[in-house]
């Protein structure tokens, strides 16, 4: 507001209007998010986005993560992106540690509070 120098009324009136054409929506903590058209976009980290992997697929312990590649194409990230998240998934100990030539596999399911 003090960016365009509004008051907070005028703002809020505005995001109103916002609102009723569909361009704006509240969002947690009083606050309002302008509404993107297209598909919503995950901005959580990434080694998140890929414990929620392991419990919406059903992984167990034990059982193989899915490689590197079709992990890297799933999330549209380069395979170095991807390997520094597995490797703070191993140090925090939901993965086992991965080599070449050896299948990661899952350690320990992520419960909700690892998560978040």
């Known amino acids: 507001m003090s960016d365009h120098k509004v008051s907070r009324g005028?703002?809020?009136?505005?995001?109103?209007?916002?609102?009723?054409?569909?361009?704006?929506?509240?969002?947690?903590?009083?606050?309002?998010?302008v509404v993107r058209p297209g598909p919503l976009v995950d901005?959580?980290?990434?080694?998140?986005?890929?414990?929620?992997?392991?419990?919406?697929?059903?992984?167990?312990?034990?059982?193989?993560?899915?490689?590197?590649?079709?992990?890297?194409e799933r999330f549209g990230v380069s395979r170095p992106?991807?390997?520094k998240a597995l490797e703070k998934l191993e140090a925090v100990g939901i993965l086992a540690e991965g080599r070449q030539g050896k299948v990661r596999t899952v350690r320990a399911v992520p419960t909700r509070e690892e998560r978040s």
Not at 10 to 33: I, N, T
């Open 10 to 33: 005028v703002a809020l009136r505005a995001f109103a209007v916002l609102r009723q054409e569909g361009l704006a929506e509240p969002s947690p903590g009083g606050r309002w998010r």
């Open 43 to 72: 901005r959580r980290p990434l080694e998140q986005r890929i414990a929620d992997i392991i419990t919406a697929d059903g992984l167990e312990v034990g059982q193989p993560l899915p490689s590197a590649s079709r992990l890297a």
């Open 81 to 83: 992106t991807l390997a």
